[in-house]
């Protein structure tokens, strides 16, 4: 299974907030455990997701220099359950940034139910523990970074197609 | 500017969020790291909570100081802090109360310094300095 827990940025707004969706399928692995005959999204992954969308914003604010690293879940308070067919908009607004660290406040819906709400911390690794996971940026290296390049170029594409003709 | 005891009731609570620790476990010279179970990545956290609640600024190292004495030879021997060492604590953290370290200055307990009457004293310096200063009377 690939830890990507988001499918699409729907909104960024650098420095601010982002908005991301994930959709959930039967397909997906972990529903088979959990739990059988019965399943729904863990609240863990859901959180997973309110980070990859968190930790995007904070690591695009220092456009990706810092190791963002979720350290700490202040609260989170879960409202619903998630199921399979559901899609889930995950809105994250920045709280605090700063060179040691971030913090930010989430929201998860399905329609306009809300499913969860959150608050994480992350640490930005370089600052707090320097040269200790070495120089490459293990966290922003493949699919969470490309994801929001994918969504850059979703974004150039809608406004190619929606301008107006010359 | 809030009072003494309002500063107090605020650091209490910003404190009983960040820790999740129970309110009748803050009190005055209850330590951080050892009476409250805080944890390194803790004290941003404490420092973000205190910035929103009193709408002030906190410059990095100002309220928590990371590793002041880490290899200064001038500051520590000997796992004890010097007659330097201890001056440079006074100067860079004049909020804290030094009396019962400067007694037995081990640098291992140095963390015993942070405890809830800290943060309630420095939250009031700053406030005060952030102050506009008071038109004078001719």
Do not use: C
């Amino acid at each position: 299974m690939r830890w990507i827990w988001i499918d699409r940025f729907l909104a960024f707004d650098r420095g601010k907030s982002a908005r991301a969706l994930k959709n959930l399928s039967l397909a997906e692995d972990y529903f088979a455990d959990h739990f059988p005959g019965y399943p729904v999204m863990p609240g863990s992954l859901i959180l997973e997701g309110l980070a990859q969308t968190g930790g995007i914003l904070v690591g695009e604010a220092n456009d990706f220099r810092e190791k963002v690293v979720l350290a700490k879940i202040l609260w989170a308070r879960f409202h619903r359950e998630a199921f399979p067919g559901d899609q889930l908009i995950y809105d994250v607004e920045l709280l605090n940034l700063r060179a040691e660290g971030a913090a930010v406040r989430g929201r998860v819906h399905a329609g306009d139910a809300l499913v969860a709400e959150a608050e994480l911390f992350f640490a930005h690794l370089d600052q707090a523990r320097s040269g200790q996971f070495g120089d490459h940026n293990f966290v922003f290296s493949g699919e969470l970074k490309h994801l929001l390049g994918l969504a850059k170029l979703q974004a150039d594409q809608a406004d190619n197609s929606g301008g107006p003709e010359n | 500017m809030p009072n003494q005891e309002e500063i107090y009731t605020k650091v209490s609570a910003t404190l009983v969020e960040a820790l999740n620790v129970d309110e009748d476990e803050i009190k005055p010279s209850a330590t951080l790291q050892g009476d409250l179970g805080a944890e390194s990545i803790d004290f941003l956290d404490i420092v973000f909570r205190l910035e929103r609640e009193f709408g002030i600024k906190i410059p990095r190292g100002e309220l928590f100081p990371e590793s002041i004495f880490q290899g200064d030879p001038e500051f520590v021997q000997d796992g004890r802090v010097t007659e330097k060492g201890l001056a440079e604590l006074r100067a860079r953290m004049p909020f804290a109360d030094l009396s019962t370290f400067e007694q037995n200055p081990e640098l291992s307990a140095i963390s015993d310094l942070f405890t809830v009457d800290m943060i309630a004293r420095y939250i009031q310096t700053k406030l005060s300095e952030g102050k506009p200063a008071e038109p004078s009377v001719n």
